[in-house]
């Protein structure tokens, strides 16, 4: 049986036509994808038509391996998460925004209640007071920013940290 237009290729001519191996044209005959006409010779365009059939099944082979593998990687992220939620490695942004927000109450309740421990002098603990409201609204700014960043994703660097933090008693009134 010759080819559709009746031109047949010796193994070693279709290997070099398709730019692969002898081996790898006889096992594309042996897999049925394209017949040899008679000892060694294939005809033309059913061997042109096998080996594309046999490249674009490997293609859709690779594309659905890759999508079984994004999936695969995706419940091994989900698995991951999980269990370092399970070992206390990771916990859930709300779930530290509470505790912070709970000691950041605490810090304002301690910190407001200084000026009337100090004294009863009115004078006195009105400038104590100026400077606790001052160190408050720092520690709230502070916080303002270091919750927006971690809630998008941005983070707050170090030298935002370190030029937040104002020293001690910083614009703040002197107490005689």
Do not use: W
């Not at 509470?98 to 000691?103: E, G, K, P, S, T």
């Amino acid at each position: 049986m010759a080819g559709e237009n009746g031109q047949t290729l010796t193994v070693t001519q279709a290997a070099a036509l398709i730019g692969k191996s002898e081996r790898y044209i006889q096992l594309r005959a042996k897999e049925g994808y394209f017949e040899k006409e008679k000892h060694g010779s294939y005809p033309l365009i059913p061997l042109v038509r096998g080996v594309i059939q046999y490249q674009d099944e490997q293609i859709a082979k690779a594309n659905k391996s890759a999508a079984a593998s994004r999936v695969t990687d995706a419940r091994t992220r989900e698995i991951e998460l999980r269990i370092a939620e399970k070992e206390s490695v990771l916990i859930k942004f709300e779930d530290a925004q509470a505790v912070i927000a709970d000691l950041l109450g605490l810090v304002r309740s301690e910190i407001s209640s200084i000026p009337a421990k100090v004294t009863r002098d009115m004078d006195q603990r009105g400038k104590i007071e100026e400077i606790c409201d001052g160190t408050l609204n720092r520690i709230a700014g502070r916080a303002g920013k270091a919750a927006a960043a971690v809630s998008d994703g941005s983070g707050l660097s170090d030298g935002e940290a370190e030029a937040d933090t104002g020293g001690v008693g910083q614009d703040a009134p002197e107490v005689s």
